[in-house]
């Protein structure tokens, strides 16, 4: 599967953006969905993820609250609406995809095989 992400960019504090990833292929409800971010001279870390029928989601306590994952099986797109943004909210983030995961390890980035190539948020304060 392909992944490409979309609707980063520069916003206030306080604000909105919402970021589609829109993958490749005709399987995508067979994969989980998840979401990383990476700001400079940190590790990537786990955003928020979403399993195969979108009846669960998974968020990082930094975002809970204040992030929504979704996703549309027959657009073959997942979603991260991100409101109340803080200027530590500021990153590149990745979507990424992996049919096989360990739901125990949907937190960990080196259980996803496929990921886009990231779309840069950033957040004025």
């Known amino acids: 599967v392909q992944l490409q992400a979309s609707g980063g960019g520069l916003v206030q504090a306080g604000g909105s953006l919402r970021l589609s990833c829109a993958a490749s292929g005709r399987t995508f409800s067979s994969y989980v969905m998840g979401w990383f971010r990476q700001a400079p001279r940190k590790e990537r870390e786990f955003v928020a993820a979403?399993?195969?029928?979108?009846?669960?989601?998974y968020y990082a306590d930094s975002v809970k609250g204040r992030f929504t994952i979704s996703r549309d099986n027959a657009k073959n797109t997942v979603y991260l609406q991100m409101n109340s943004l803080k200027p530590e909210d500021t990153a590149v983030y990745y979507c990424?995809?992996?049919?096989?995961?360990?739901?125990?390890?949907?937190?960990?980035?080196?259980?996803?095989?496929?990921w886009g190539q990231g779309t840069q948020v950033t957040v004025s304060s």
């Open positions: 979403i399993i195969r029928s979108g009846g669960s989601t």
């Open positions: 990424a995809a992996d049919r096989s995961l360990i739901m125990s390890m949907i937190r960990w980035p080196t259980q996803y095989d496929y």
